[in-house]
């Protein structure tokens, strides 16, 4: 079956480490974003790709990286400057960025303590 | 700024009654918009989707949205609810290569 994969489901970690969020699609999209989702704030895009080795911020990407190597991937990493980064993370994608819908994996929830 | 707002943070409405979920989008936005619905704790499914010719666009569910250029809103509308239809509503929008989203809307339906 085509679709989004996210993994782990749920992830704890201590302050100061860095973390790393998976993504995997394999719905051959040439687009791919990551979306923090608090509750009452909506989805706010951190970071998004629109083609293989290329990626743009997004309204929130401090404290937070990516890196697109392959066409299917797309992991974030939640970094120790991030300063309040228990939440829940939505990757998606779509054919191409700026004008077809977005499919979204089932989230990841990040809790640091 | 690009924005989309979502002027209601909750709603409840009667099972069997209808429902319009409001959506504004400031200037700047494609004419590429979108509806989304979440379950807890679950990623978004699409509900519908305009991107050109007829304004009023059917979806998934029941579901049907207008698009309005002259109010800038694409506001969700549907004829009569169901208990199952509790979730809480996204609308999107476009701007160059960014996918804006609203803080949502939770349905919630009385039986």
């Known amino acids: 079956d085509g679709g989004i994969t996210q993994s782990p489901k749920y992830l704890f970690r201590k302050e100061g480490q860095n973390v790393t969020l998976s993504c995997e699609q394999n719905l051959n999209h040439d687009a791919m974003y990551w979306y923090r989702q608090d509750p009452g704030q909506g989805l706010r895009l951190i970071y998004y790709?629109?083609?293989?080795?290329?990626?743009q911020k997004g309204d929130i990407a401090e404290g937070y990286s990516v890196s697109r190597e392959k066409k299917e991937s797309f992991p974030l990493t939640v970094t120790s400057a991030q300063k309040n980064p228990t939440a829940f993370y939505l990757c998606?994608?779509?054919?191409?960025?700026?004008?077809?819908?977005?499919?979204f994996g089932q989230g990841t929830r990040l809790t640091v303590v | 700024a690009q924005s989309v707002t979502q002027p209601d943070i909750h709603i409840t409405v009667s099972e069997g009654a209808s429902l319009e979920l409001r959506c504004n989008y400031s200037y700047g936005a494609t004419p590429y918009l979108f509806w989304y619905v979440q379950s807890p704790g679950q990623g978004l499914q699409l509900l519908l989707k305009?991107?050109?010719?007829?304004?009023l666009v059917q979806g998934i569910k029941g579901f049907e949205a207008e698009f309005k250029r002259s109010q800038s809103s694409f506001n969700l509308r549907k004829p009569s609810v169901h208990w199952s239809d509790a979730a809480e509503y996204f609308c999107a929008a476009y701007y160059g290569n960014k996918l804006v989203f609203g803080a949502g809307t939770i349905l919630r339906v009385k039986s």
């Open positions: 998606a994608s779509s054919i191409e960025a700026g004008r077809n819908e977005a499919f």
């Open positions: 305009y991107f050109s010719g007829d304004t």
């Open positions: 790709s629109q083609i293989v080795n290329d990626f």
